[in-house]
């Protein structure tokens, strides 16, 4: 029997290059193509702001807090004889050009007006008045105050940077606000589901993923991190505990998984976030770690700061199932005809 080879039986068409690139072509496209509709539903599908607002509100609180304390010394923080003279700021900042309008101030009552303008503005973003000009003037203000005072700038100061930009770029004055209730119901649906606001949402998850994503791999850098020990020093730093824990150098093994859960949470962030099996459980331990490097470190603004970046990956549906029993009076008082502005 003689044997065809299966060159010889699919046909002198089968070694042609070109109608091998041809038939490739198709499969090429449809990656390309799905790829790409991936792409803009993951940033241009409109979503509800909700989220936006509640991250704004809390946004808002904090800097409040953060301005408040820049005010309680502003001659200290700012002035021309405080901790660092404004000709030795270059030092301490990571390039010469970084500006701050405390650079214009040219005396304490300006530099209190400035200080002062911070603070308006920080109080107006968290009730929502004004709100884009709000947080605008509130990140000018944050980025003026940490350049002119690097010594005293922390990680709070870089999360409210990180939270305050999302702010300007969605509508976080559409929910929630007092520009929401002073438009009333005729606003249209400049509350409804939008593109900006997932633009928003965005931004922040994926900047606070690559936070932790670099925080996590710096860490596997150090030694005490793969031996268990990291969270160790940290308790057992006198500079910084307000919580007295070293009960636990009797317990080592406790120690030990503290520490590389911790580990294993802050590298795994930003692949685990996204799916929804391992979300809850991501979310949840940002909490408790945050709110333990607040309680055990004395860093409690920081800790809320970076949870409420987390709340960016919360659903819109489950903020209205909690604010329920908050907006549903407040929507029934606006649409009451009693208070309508051409009621008699």
């Known amino acids: 029997m003689t044997h065809v080879r299966p060159a010889a039986a699919l046909g002198s068409a089968a070694f042609d290059p070109g109608l091998a690139r041809n038939a490739a072509e ?6 390309l193509a799905d790829w790409a509709t991936a792409w803009n539903g993951f940033w241009f599908t409109p979503a509800d702001p909700l989220p936006l607002a509640v991250i704004r509100i809390a946004t808002g609180l904090i800097l409040t807090w953060s301005c408040v304390v820049w005010l309680l010394d502003p001659d200290a923080f700012f002035g021309d004889r405080g901790w660092l003279r404004p000709d030795q700021v270059w030092r301490q900042n990571d ?23 911070a603070l308006v503005a920080a109080i107006l973003l968290t009730i929502g008045l004004a709100t884009p000009l709000a947080a605008l003037v509130s990140f000018v203000g944050l980025v003026s ?13 870089d999360t409210l940077g990180m939270l305050l930009i999302p702010l300007i770029v969605g509508p976080a004055g559409a929910r929630l606000s007092v520009d929401a209730a002073l ?7 400049a509350g409804g589901p939008s593109v900006r606001a997932n633009v928003a949402l965005r931004l922040l998850q994926v900047h606070l993923c690559v936070v932790y994503l670099f925080s996590g791999a710096g860490k596997l850098f150090g030694a005490s991190w793969w031996e268990g020990t990291a969270l160790w020093g940290a308790i057992a730093n006198d500079r910084y505990r307000t919580l007295d824990l070293r009960g636990l150098a009797g317990h080592p093994l406790v120690v030990n998984a503290l520490t590389l859960a911790t580990l294993w949470w802050e590298v795994g962030y930003a692949a685990l976030v996204w799916p929804r099996l391992t979300r809850r459980l991501w979310l949840a331990m940002a909490v408790l770690v945050h709110l333990g490097i607040g309680l055990a470190m004395g860093m409690m603004e920081f800790g809320l700061a970076m949870i409420t970046a987390n ?28 208070i309508r502005p051409d009621s008699p």
Do not use: C, E, H, K
């Open 183 to 189: 438009a009333g119901p005729g606003w249209g649906r």
């Open 26 to 31: 198709p499969a090429r496209r449809g990656w």
């Open 145 to 157: 105050a940490a350049n002119r005072a690097p010594l005293n700038v922390f990680g709070l100061d």
């Open 311 to 338: 709340l960016a990956f919360v659903p819109a549906a489950t903020f209205a199932r909690l604010l329920r029993p908050v907006t549903s009076p407040l929507a029934a008082l606006a649409t009451s005809p009693g």
């Open 95 to 117: 390039q010469p050009w970084q500006w701050s309008v405390y650079f214009a101030a040219s005396s304490a009552t300006l530099i209190r007006v400035v200080a002062g303008v």
